[in-house]
Each structure stands twice: as structure tokens, then as C-alpha cells.
């Protein structure tokens, strides 16, 4: 009876206000069966953009069918590259690249488009593109990209009257630089192999960071042409004078960063999942994680396997940067968590603020709450910025979990990508029916995530 009444209240809702950007969700069952992942979207971004350093047209593979690549794509447009998309392909003519200046609009849309420093700098030596500025998961400065521009004789200056960053290459030809990173950031890495990539003899980055989507990166570039390795941290630039189309269209690797999601569906769900396309290596903590909380991962033929096998244990898990527990996984792992027996914490030290789902999963019933980690030294552990004014004792960058909870439904509000997928698998869990309000914010990462889901078994419905 009560259901009943809830549904109703959920659809007119749903109706009233946000028409066309809404999941309705039916949970409370085990999803089960096969899905593939589509092209990873942290890849996909970078070699559209990387496709500006050369002078013929490109081709790419397993670009997803997501928001963000479309939005980027109206961005290089909008600055005269011509693009041609056939579902997962994609090809870049960056022969008509007429301008240095990013629009507010498609800036303020797309927030790699500060990458476009690489390309721009080198075809124009100089670049005008607004601050990426923050988002809901954190202010996300892009100081240290700016010190790495520097180093190569980069001269860039941010005007808080325009909210633009105006760069420039000191005197003419642009040469290699020897940079150590403060700390690691991933776009920033790739940004400064982009930029080395062409520039005159050797380059050396340190402390660089690892993720494998940085080294799928650098095999497109070694493809075209580029002289780049990487050892741990240390990344070594020997420029060339121009990059090669490759013969074949350069297929990007699998979104590992989606296999997490799915697994989480198969878990948190009581069900079992095989995510094709991924191997047990590419989220080694993360399987390791499901593997101390009790939860079956097996590899089978092209893809992982996971399978619920019984009740799951409180497991804790700290996010750091590759290697580590990626900080894309710990919103779906906090889900599985409000299903484990007793309590565990998720300590974020990535982004300063990715609980974006915690509200909405407290609707459902979930107990978290937060709490203040014991820390050394908080400069050294965290990756966002600290400076001696943010008061530590005030951040939420941890929380506990506990469990088991019988979820019921509600209506939920995505508040950043991976938040999305959060309350997306929460909503499954949950026992009626739910309503999330931002499909289109899920959309910006998940290629079609509803289309995946019914084929595992969900009730799910766009409206
Ligand atoms: N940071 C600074 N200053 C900088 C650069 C980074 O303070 O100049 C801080 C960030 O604010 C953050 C931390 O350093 O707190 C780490 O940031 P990093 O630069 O490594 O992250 P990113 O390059 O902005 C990429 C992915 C993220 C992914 C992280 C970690 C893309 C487009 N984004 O972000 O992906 O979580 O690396 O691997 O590649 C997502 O897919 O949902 C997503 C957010």
C-alpha cells in the first residue's frame, strides 16, 4: 500500500520537474549476466585533443558515446577542426585550426579543454583558454599544470578580470624541460608529455603519475612517432619534429574505470556480473578489496567475474592515486558497504570533496556518517591542496558505514558523475521503486548505462 503511494508521489514529481533527466528504477533484485565496457572516456578525451598536434587527419576506436566526448567535440569545432563521427569512431582534421582562443561556453562545458595548451602552443605559441575553475568534487586548480608550462619557457598568466589563462612561448623554438611535479596530477601529466612530445630534445617528468590510461596515452603518440617512456614515475621525452598518422585507426583501451560500477551492480545486488573487456591487473586493489570483503572474482575468458557468495564483511579502503584504490571506485564501493556486516570507513584523499552521494544514500536508509581520520601529516597524504588556512578538522574527507541495511526507495539526486553511478546502484538495491534526478550528469560518463542495465536484469526507465 505504502509502495503505492510512494511510486505515485516519485512520478509526479519526476514529471513536474524534471522531465526527460531522470532514471525510475524498480530495485530490490539480483542483476546477473554479461556486459562489455565501452572505450574509456579519461582516454578518449586526451587523444582527441592530442590529434591537434598533427597536420592530416586521425582516426580513432572505441571512442564511448558519452556527454563529455560530445561536448569536447563542439568545442574543436567551434575552433575549426572538422570531426566525423560513425558510432564508436571518430576522425580529426585538424587541418583547419583557425584559432587560440576557447569560448567561455564550450570551456565552462568541457573541462580538459585546458589540455589544449599542448596543440595551441605549438601551432601558435600562444593560447587563450578560461579557468576549467571548480566543480562539485573540488576546487580542481590546474597550479601545477601551469608550473609545468613554465618550466618549458611558457610564459602564463591567469586575469581574474577575464577569467582567462593567456599563455606564450618565450622566444622561438620550444625546448624540453626538466620538471619534478610537487605532487602528481593526472591531466597534468599528460599534459606536459603532449607538450614534450614535440618540443626540441629531451624532456625528463618526475613524479608523474601512473594511471594506465596516461600510458595508453603515450603507445598512440610512440605509434605516431613520439619518443616517450615511462618508468614508474619518471617519464622521458626524446621530441621529434612532427608526428605520423598511423596507417590504422588507433583504438583506445577499455574504461577500466567502469568495471568497479558493474561489479558493484553484481554485489551489492546479490547477483553476478561479467565485465568483458577488463582484466583483474587493471583494478588490482579494487579486486583485492572485493576479494578481503568476501565477495567471488573470478577471470574468465576475455573479461572478470563477480559474484555474490554469501554475506559481505566491513572492509575499509583509503583512495590515493595510482596504484592505489582509485577515488572513481569508492562511491559504488560505498554502496556494497551498506550491505557488509559491521562498520568500515572510506578515507578520500584524492579529491576534497567526492561524497557528493552520502545525503542521497542516508534518504534510503544507509547509516554513514562522517568522521575525523587520525593523520600525520595531511600535506603529505592528501593530493588536493592545502594551505595553512583550511582547517582540517572541518573537512569531510572520511566516513563510516554500517551494515548490513535493507535499503528502501527514494528519490535521489546525482551530484557529479561517479555520485550518479553511486545512487544509480543504490537505486537497485533498494527495495520499490526510485527516482534519480540527473540521468544527463551520469550520461556525461556511462555510455548507455540503462541499455547495460536492463540487459543484466534491471527495471530501469528514462523518463
Ligand atoms: N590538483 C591541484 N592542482 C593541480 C592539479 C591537481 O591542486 O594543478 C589536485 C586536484 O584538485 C585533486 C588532486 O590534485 O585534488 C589530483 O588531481 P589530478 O590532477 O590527478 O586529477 P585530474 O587530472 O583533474 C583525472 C581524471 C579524474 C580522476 C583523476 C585521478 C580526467 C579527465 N580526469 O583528474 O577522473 O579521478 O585523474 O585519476 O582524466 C572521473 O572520471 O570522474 C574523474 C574525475
Not at 519526476?14 to 579519461?42: C, H, R, W, Y
Not at 598533427?54 to 563542439?74: A, G, Q
Not at 574504461?255 to 558493484?264: G, V
Not at 567471488?296 to 564483511?313: A, N, P, Q
Amino acid at each position: 500500500m505504502s509502495g503505492i503511494r510512494i511510486c505515485n508521489t516519485h512520478c509526479k514529481f519526476a514529471k513536474q520537474f524534471l522531465m526527460e533527466d531522470a532514471f525510475i528504477v524498480k530495485g530490490g533484485k539480483p542483476l546477473s549476466g554479461t556486459v562489455g565496457l565501452s572505450g574509456a572516456k579519461n582516454v578518449a578525451l586526451k587523444v582527441l585533443i592530442a590529434a591537434l598536434l598533427f597536420r592530416d587527419p586521425v582516426r580513432f576506436s572505441n571512442i564511448p558515446n558519452i556527454k563529455d566526448i560530445s561536448e569536447l567535440i563542439h568545442l574543436l569545432e567551434s575552433l575549426g577542426v572538422v570531426v566525423k563521427r560513425d558510432k564508436d569512431r571518430v576522425e580529426i582534421d585538424p587541418s583547419g585550426l583557425n584559432s587560440y582562443t576557447v569560448d567561455l561556453l564550450h570551456g565552462s562545458k568541457t573541462r580538459v579543454s585546458f589540455m589544449l595548451f599542448a596543440p595551441l602552443l605549438h601551432k601558435f605559441g600562444e593560447a587563450l583558454i578560461p579557468n576549467p575553475g571548480g566543480c562539485r568534487i573540488g576546487a580542481r586548480p590546474i597550479d601545477r599544470h601551469i608550473k609545468m608550462l613554465e618550466s618549458f619557457q611558457v610564459d602564463a598568466q591567469y586575469n581574474s578580470n577575464t577569467g582567462y589563462y593567456t599563455a606564450k612561448v618565450n622566444g622561438g623554438k620550444l625546448k624540453g624541460s626538466n620538471y619534478i611535479f610537487d605532487k602528481p596530477t593526472h591531466t597534468g601529466t599528460e599534459l606536459a608529455i603532449m607538450f614534450a612530445a614535440l618540443c626540441h630534445g629531451k624532456s625528463v617528468i618526475k613524479n608523474a603519475a601512473q594511471e594506465p590510461e596516461i600510458d595508453d596515452l603515450i603507445s598512440f603518440l610512440n605509434i605516431a612517432g613520439a619518443k616517450i617512456a615511462r618508468r614508474d614515475s619518471t617519464i622521458e621525452i626524446e621530441g621529434v619534429s612532427e608526428l605520423t598518422v598511423p596507417d590504422e585507426p588507433y583504438r583506445i583501451m577499455f574504461d577500466r574505470n567502469e568495471a568497479p560500477t558493474y561489479a558493484a551492480f553484481a554485489l551489492a545486488t546479490k547477483g553476478d556480473i561479467t565485465v568483458k573487456g577488463v582484466v583483474q591487473s587493471d583494478i588490482y586493489h579494487f579486486v583485492n578489496k572485493v576479494k578481503e570483503t568476501g565477495g567471488g572474482v573470478e577471470t574468465i575468458d576475455g573479461g572478470v567475474r563477480f559474484f555474490y557468495k554469501g554475506i559481505l564483511k566491513a572492509t575499509d579502503i583509503t583512495t590515493l592515486p595510482h596504484p592505489g584504490f582509485m577515488t572513481d571506485w569508492q562511491g559504488p564501493w560505498a554502496v556494497l558497504m551498506t550491505q557488509a556486516k559491521g562498520t568500515s570507513t572510506i578515507h578520500e584523499t584524492v579529491f576534497e570533496n567526492r561524497f557528493g552521494y552520502v545525503s542521497e544514500l542516508k534518504k534510503l536508509s544507509a547509516r554513514i556518517e562522517y568522521f575525523q581520520p587520525q593523520i600525520d601529516d595531511a600535506k603529505a597524504l592528501y593530493q588536493f591542496r592545502i594551505d595553512d588556512t583550511i582547517n582540517l578538522s572541518r573537512r569531510r574527507q572520511a566516513i563510516k558505514i554500517t551494515g548490513p541495511t535493507t535499503l528502501h526507495n527514494g528519490a535521489l539526486y546525482v551530484n557529479d558523475l561517479r555520485a550518479g553511478a553511486t545512487v544509480l546502484i543504490a537505486a537497485c538495491v533498494a527495495r520499490g521503486e526510485s527516482v534519480v534526478l540527473g540521468a544527463s550528469t551520469i550520461d556525461r560518463g556511462y555510455e548507455h548505462i540503462e541499455e547495460k542495465l536492463r540487459k543484466l536484469g534491471a527495471n530501469i526507465q528514462r523518463v
